[in-house]
């Protein structure tokens, strides 16, 4: 298990333009995991945003993202460009369906966040799903999905 700031310092590594938006988007992702994604036609956007991604960009394909090590992104361009099934994302993604975070968790970790990074403390909390800054959109253009370690790695065998 990492401590909540080598993760922030392992993101803000990869990318060094992440602001306040981005990383409570991580800790709420870290905490809830992805079960907002899968209503409506999460294979349907799944496909569509792997033929539409922006490319040239450099995401290694997978990063941690919670404390204890069971929450990843999975980066969509490198997993593409490896040639493997985008249907087999979604597959993690109903496989990891599990996760079932608590206000509570949040609110503790957004606590020791505002501890590393006081100057944050005026971020507005956004109504509804976080999404990513608009400066990170633009730099990073994000194209992943949040699965479990676990899921990862079984379906991964199946390749």
Do not use: C
């Amino acid at each position: 298990m990492e401590t909540l700031k080598q993760l922030l310092g392992f993101h803000k590594g990869l990318r060094p333009l992440m602001q306040v938006d981005d990383f409570y988007k991580l800790l709420f992702q870290s905490v809830y995991g992805n079960g907002h994604i899968l209503k409506g036609n999460p294979l349907g956007y799944l496909e569509q945003e792997a033929r539409e991604m922006k490319w040239g960009i450099e995401d290694p394909l997978t990063e941690k993202i919670s404390l204890d090590g069971s929450l990843i992104r999975v980066n969509l361009r490198p997993y593409v460009k490896a040639g493997n099934p985008v249907d087999l994302v979604y597959n993690m993604m109903i496989a990891s369906n599990e996760r079932r975070g608590s206000a509570e968790e949040l609110r503790k970790l957004w606590s020791e966040f505002l501890g590393l990074y006081p100057q944050a403390a005026s971020f507005r909390f956004p109504q509804g799903l976080p999404s990513h800054s608009a400066k990170y959109n633009k730099h990073y253009a994000p194209s992943y999905r949040v699965v479990t370690q676990a899921a990862f790695d079984d379906w991964m065998k199946k390749i």
